[in-house]
């Protein structure tokens, strides 16, 4: 059941470049680590030499590759996969990736993570030049402008595509013969190289991803870098300088599994510090119990009891079982929603003053239904402490925050979306405490969300999740789409 109250993931992408493996059922397990990333599609492409052996279909990646049948019939020497959330265009079988599209070099595959803030200007130049679209997201913006490029070299239409389109992206791109991955200028978006053990290549949105796949971490690709795999081997391009790193900040707070590093810090450490922050920001004397919602909350609960005495337990116990459907549930489901995701531990609660981590709050409503049943299973003081500044501004660049005029604390001043929540106190972590917990300087990150200081220029009509839906393409049946290109 979908969280209204938290971010959506992202996306994540994952290539292999490895004659004589099978490339596809790497790409599986590496898009598996990635499925916390984006649940409501899933691709594979695979390239042969001649042609791409593409498969992709909505759901969960296990759903989209349960057939055995369906990896063995991938068969080639590289690969790219991505396990989708819509962040542009809506969730339908069309907008799942990778986007497929022809080109004077063969086929072309696209994965692609982030946002594109001039999309629109350059689908409408594409159209009027006669491009035809198929599906209603940014990626085959990307894709097409490429595809539609004049230079007679794909690594020139890619180097040229760097340039002109505005946004965050990393992006894996795979044609029948070779494999491009490349970041904008400002590295929203993260992207890692890894060697197998046999010495082929591998890249991921998280390194939690390579090693699963048993690749080892070797570096990440620089903002404005384009990497080339071919026969001749890896090849690096600086096409752009740094225009001013802009990492996510969302990525050590939220999005990222503990289990990766990004720029080489530890997520889960970052996490334990951002509570470790936050617990000598906002004290809770007097509380009997620090506890997490599970699962970005824990490090950062473990963090503020050390930081503050308090013991660390468990409040609540998240059922594991609960996976996204693409079924509306009623609106009494949707009120059961919280229930059904979170279990309270009464034994835990009953007479106890309590204090809830959690990473963020962005529309209240989750925050409010999950306060009301720490009080029902006998919580006799709930506080409410939060590892971000307040969450105040959309993003353009690659999340789905949805209508900005939901954003809770966009409306509201703290102590009014406290009681909004119900809570008896609550806390969020301020930038500089978050700055310190990360160990990036300010200049090194995106927090726009936050602080509303957008480093990419945004145009007069951003980019909003529908801008493209009306009018929109042909439906497309519904099922998978398997396919020689």
């Known amino acids: 059941m979908p969280d209204l109250d938290h971010l959506k993931e992202e996306c994540g992408v994952f290539a292999v470049w490895a004659p004589g493996e099978d490339v596809a059922r790497i790409t599986y397990f590496g898009l598996f680590s990635l499925q916390h990333r984006g649940q409501e599609g899933a691709g594979i492409a695979v390239a042969d030499g001649s042609s791409l052996l593409v498969h992709k279909d909505m759901g969960l990646v296990t759903q989209v590759f349960r057939d055995e049948h369906t990896l063995e019939g991938l068969q080639g020497f590289a690969a790219i996969g991505h396990t989708r959330y819509s962040t542009t265009g809506s969730n339908t079988l069309c907008n799942t990736q990778p986007i497929v599209c022809d080109s004077k ?6 994965a692609h993570n982030g946002g594109l803030v001039n999309a629109v200007q ?11 679209f198929e599906t209603t997201n940014d990626t085959e913006v990307l894709a097409r402008f490429i ?3 004049d230079h007679s070299d794909i690594e020139e239409a890619i180097a040229d ?12 791109l795979l044609t029948p013969k070779a494999l491009y991955v490349f970041r904008d200028s400002y590295g929203v978006r993260p992207m890692s190289v890894g060697r197998l053990t046999n010495g082929h290549l591998v890249f991921a949105s998280e390194t939690c991803a390579l090693n699963t796949v048993g690749a080892s971490y070797l570096y990440d690709i620089e903002p404005g870098q384009l990497a080339v795999v071919d026969g001749s081997g890896l090849r690096l391009r600086r096409v752009m300088p740094t225009t001013r790193p802009s990492l ?27 509570g470790h922050e936050l617990a000598l920001e906002h004290p809770a004397p007097g509380a009997h119990i620090v506890f997490p919602i599970p699962d970005t909350g824990t490090p950062a609960a473990i963090g503020f009891a050390r930081a503050s005495g308090i013991p660390y337990g468990e409040g609540v116990i998240k059922n594991r079982y609960i996976h996204r459907t693409f079924i509306n549930p009623d609106q009494r489901m949707r009120e059961l929603g919280v229930r059904m995701k979170l279990i309270p531990l009464r034994e835990n609660l009953a007479g106890k003053r309590v204090v809830m981590v959690d ?35 959309p993003c353009f660049y690659g999340i789905d925050t949805g209508n900005p005029a939901e954003l809770i604390a ?16 609550l806390g969020y972590l301020s930038l500089r405490g978050l700055i310190r917990a990360v160990g990036l300087s300010r200049g090194h990150l995106c927090m726009a969300c936050l602080d509303g200081r957008y480093p990419i220029p945004l145009p007069e009509d951003s980019l909003s999740k529908d801008v493209f839906e009306n009018p929109q393409p042909a439906a497309m049946p519904v099922g998978s789409e398997t396919g020689r290109g």
Do not use: Q
């Open 122 to 132: 350059l689908r409408r130049e594409l159209e009027l030049a006669g491009v035809t």
């Open 161 to 172: 595509a760097m340039m002109v389109v505005r946004g965050a992206y990393s992006v894996a």
């Open 105 to 110: 070099w063969g086929r072309i595959a696209v």
């Open 359 to 393: 990473d963020t709050i962005v529309r209240g409503t989750t925050t409010a239904r999950t306060v009301r049943m720490l009080r029902e299973a006998g919580a006799v003081e709930v506080h409410v402490r939060i590892t971000a500044p307040p969450y105040r501004y």
């Open 410 to 425: 966009a409306r509201l001043n703290i102590d009014e979306v406290r009681e909004s929540i119900g809570a008896d106190s």
């Open 147 to 149: 595809a539609a490029s």
């Open 248 to 274: 996510c900040v969302f990525e050590y707070i939220y999005f990222a599994r503990p289990d990766s590093k990004i720029y080489d810090k530890s997520v889960h450490a970052v996490r334990e510090r951002l």
